[in-house]
């Protein structure tokens, strides 16, 4: 596979389905993923697909709100649902020449109030 | 203008050059602004210029991380500094036929602690 969009496609594809040997097929054996939030680094294929399979116990489920690729950098915004709350999921993602995902950098925003510094100047939904 | 990525590239430098005539040329007339974490949300281009060159006041200075383009979609991550402090903002963008920005999208996580459950699955950087 060598379009960064479908790679992206079937690594939440294989994420919703809990198939972690097809998740871990879609990444290079060297993938590095970061959390900039949190400062977690994860190295390598194997503790990669670990960190997903028991990192995030639960029934959650994710739907894709979309995908952007372009050459070998992809983005996707996930919507993730789990106990009643909906939250948003932003990954970057590289990919080496062989289509496989080489680095992944993970945001997941949270809910907050705006400054009433600016309310004069948005509508609230 | 119709590639998707020069019309973000355009659109940030503009913002960190306060050019604000030169980024509201960079969207549409209706252009919708919806940040999901404080449910704001900005229409039309007027506001929306409005919005950005008075709702954020200090020397704020930004840097292009990533853009993917693909087709009239794309997704920026800039590194935002501001009296010291440096903070990712992620977008997601949809343009018209006409190569306008017709639809903002607006991310800003912040810095978390990770659930102990998982320490033993990352490393800290």
Do not use: K
């Not at 379009?3 to 097929?25: E, K, L, M």
């Not at 979309?66 to 950098?73: C, D, E, H, L, Y």
């Not at 106990?83 to 020449?97: I, Q």
């Amino acid at each position: 596979m060598d379009d960064a969009h479908d790679a992206v496609a079937a690594y939440w594809a294989a994420a919703q389905a809990r198939d972690w040997p097809a998740f871990g097929s879609l990444v290079a054996a060297d993938v590095v993923y970061e959390a900039p939030q949190t400062r977690e680094r994860v190295r390598g294929r194997a503790a990669y697909v670990r960190f997903n399979a028991e990192g995030f116990p639960g029934d959650w489920q994710l739907t894709v709100q979309r995908i952007v690729g372009q050459g070998r950098s992809a983005a996707s915004w996930i919507q993730m649902s789990d106990a009643g709350d909906h939250y948003a999921g932003l990954c970057f993602f590289d990919l080496g020449t062989d289509g496989l995902i080489t680095r992944i950098t993970d945001f997941w925003p949270v809910s907050s109030e705006p400054p009433a510094s600016r309310a004069h100047l948005a509508e609230r939904y």
